[in-house]
């Protein structure tokens, strides 16, 4: 699930935390997963650190930071891992590179509406194929209902429902 998304030319460390604050400001996770770019300050080997409640081991200087300041675990993808790639190749493919993009407040809004469909209209494996519920078409199966396909992404996918 994509909780939060931002655009900027520039990514510092900085901005970073700042869109992390933003993004936790009213319900905090218990780990963020995160890759191995250089500005997160990358130790040669795990540093073992605390804060109020707990005790781990960390492997940048960012995952200090997250826990001392927010009591949430950073937790680094290993060389070679696929999550945060996967997310982004396949917001490229199904859609990014499908499109003109006009400037920044246009990759907003459609980054906006792909993060929807991701999140609820497209089929996961961890949901065992099965969007979210519509609350408009959810419940029981209607008598003679029929299957709606609802555009989604400028009509570049459709995320198909039963309705009455």
Known sequence: MIVDFHVTDYPTLDWTK???????????????LHDNDGKFGQFGR?????????????RSAFDVWLFQ??????????????????LIGT??????DRLLIWNEAHL??????FVNWYNHGRVHQGLNGIPDPDPVLAGPKPPGGRLVAIPV????????????
């Open 153 to 164: 992404l400028n009509g570049l996918h459709h995320d198909y429902r039963l309705a009455a």
């Open 18 to 32: 700042q869109q992390i604050r933003n993004a936790c400001f009213e319900s905090q996770p218990k780990f963020l």
């Open 91 to 96: 917001m490229r493919r199904e859609y990014l």
């Open 69 to 86: 300041e927010m009591s949430i675990r950073g937790i680094s993808t290993p060389y070679g891992a696929a999550h945060i790639e996967r």
């Open 108 to 113: 907003r809004c459609l980054l906006r509406e």
């Open 46 to 58: 795990p540093l073992r650190v605390e804060n109020d409640r707990d005790s781990i081991s960390c």
